[in-house]
């Protein structure tokens, strides 16, 4: 009788799953427009996102999507469906993880997403732990910036994100997500240490007047840059966008301006280059996030803890210059 128990839970499990992939298929088409990026956020193939919809479709007997012009529009239908099966979809999908123990013997898969600084600063070294120390926990691994990483976790295609905001611009509001703070990186500016800067008294007015290195447009150290700036009524003159902030470093170190460089994020630096303290002492705030209702589930509370020590270790290790 229990093996028949256990057969039959099976096989509902399975069923499931396959709706549950076709609803956040149509949820992510929904939110983005276009099968190309809703498959790019739920980090799958166009095809792959294409079939989970007609699956869906057969599944549920409706027509879901119409297609106008190249895209792919959603039917009133689909919108009800969304409506009325999405909130129960999660709730049920959370009852079918797998059980999770305590001690060396948690079990379950565990999804990490994380901001590159982090990934280098101790989260790819963090989750290499993890899996030697719990043997039955396995934990995937994925880039993304905070935005993408909050997005991840309320759609569920992530369990613990490695998250930060920056002080004195307010914490994106997510009602369904639980931030667990973990340490203030601050930022220094970088430059060649025969730069003015090192004995001048730094004001923003001259600052502003300097290039500067930065990320691009549209991210959240860029558009933090700009606004420290703005606070002090001036605007920063930015002429070398870079994604990485070794590249900061780089690009430093051949002459082509002046970086703010949060310390988690910076390399070793080469001789002739200097770390120096910013009039404001910016800083950004780490955090782990997992969604509310899974907190205080074992394996995700150890992933999150672990990621969470490690990065607090790495940030109080940083050197002032």
Not at 58 to 82: E, K, S
Not at 100 to 116: D, I, P, Q
Not at 155 to 160: A, H, I, M, P, Q
Not at 220 to 230: K, R
């Amino acid at each position: 009788m229990q093996h028949q128990r256990k057969f039959l839970q099976r096989i509902m499990h399975n069923y499931f799953m396959d709706e549950w992939r076709g609803l956040l298929a149509l949820e992510a088409l929904r939110d983005h427009g276009t099968v190309t990026l809703a498959a790019e956020v739920l980090r799958l193939s166009p095809s792959a996102v294409s079939q989970q919809l007609k699956r869906l479709e057969h599944g549920t007997g409706r027509t879901l999507t119409v297609q106008t012009g190249r895209t792919l529009t959603l039917t009133p239908a689909a919108y009800a469906l969304l409506e009325a099966a999405l909130p129960h979809a999660r709730a049920l999908s959370e009852q079918l993880r797998p059980p999770s123990t305590s001690g060396t013997s948690l079990t379950g898969h565990v999804r990490v997403a994380a901001f590159t600084t982090a990934l280098r600063a101790g989260v790819l070294a963090g989750v290499a732990d993890l899996r030697r120390a719990h043997l039955r926990l396995t934990c995937t691994l994925v880039e993304a910036d905070p935005d993408r990483a909050h997005e991840y976790l309320v759609r569920g295609t992530v369990d613990v994100a490695v998250v930060h905001h920056w002080h004195g611009q307010p914490l994106p509001v997510h009602p369904e997500l639980t931030h667990t703070p973990v340490a203030a990186d601050v930022a220094d500016i970088v430059c060649r240490d025969d730069d003015p800067l090192m004995t001048s008294a730094r004001s923003f007015e001259e600052l502003a007047s300097r290039d500067w290195i930065s990320t691009g447009p549209g991210t959240i150290c860029h558009e933090w840059l700009c606004h420290l700036f703005a606070q002090a009524g001036h605007r920063p003159t930015i002429a070398t966008h870079l994604t990485d902030f070794a590249q900061h470093v780089d690009a430093v170190t051949a002459g082509l301006g002046i970086a703010l460089v949060p310390r988690l994020g910076r390399p070793d630096l080469p001789d002739g280059v200097a770390a120096i303290p910013h009039p404001s002492a910016p800083k950004r705030m780490l955090a782990t996030a997992t969604r509310t209702n899974q907190a205080a589930d074992p394996a995700i509370a150890t992933v999150r803890d672990h990621l969470g020590e490690i990065l607090a270790s790495g940030t109080h290790d940083r050197p002032d210059n």
